[in-house]
């Protein structure tokens, strides 16, 4: 079926394997607060690689062509603390399931978050 500017219309289902190099993994996730409740907008990245994606509407995530190996994953969002997952093994083909909950950042009252590019520390 064409539309009406002439582009043939594909189906998500058609284009996404096409996408994927078989030669290589993929990750597939969610992003939830410690209630179950999806998080949008959160920023997943592998520190190793750089490769980046963000989380969708229902908290929903995936990252394409990654190769095969042990990553540390970061997970940022507003409020929220950050969630680190170290050796998270990534194998061939789709690595479903991965599930990060994350926790809201509670700055006793009085004190303010003090940011540098190699620590977090809390300053009074």
């Known amino acids: 079926m064409m539309n009406p ?9 058609e284009v996404f394997p096409r996408l994927l190099d078989h030669t290589l993994g993929h990750i597939r996730g969610k992003v939830v607060d410690i209630d179950g409740r999806p998080i949008p907008e959160c920023k997943i990245w592998i520190r190793e690689t750089g ?57 006793p009252k009085g004190m303010y978050l003090q940011f540098d590019a190699t620590r977090l520390a809390f300053q009074a």
């Open 5 to 13: 500017n002439n582009i043939p219309a594909v189906s998500r289902s």
């Open 51 to 107: 490769k980046s994606t963000y989380s969708d509407e229902h908290g929903d995530f995936a990252m394409i062509n990654i190769p095969p190996a042990l990553y540390t994953v970061i997970v940022e969002c507003e409020d929220y603390a950050l969630c680190i997952s170290p050796d998270l093994p990534v194998s061939l083909g789709d690595n479903p399931g991965l599930r990060f909950v994350m926790h809201l950042l509670q700055v």
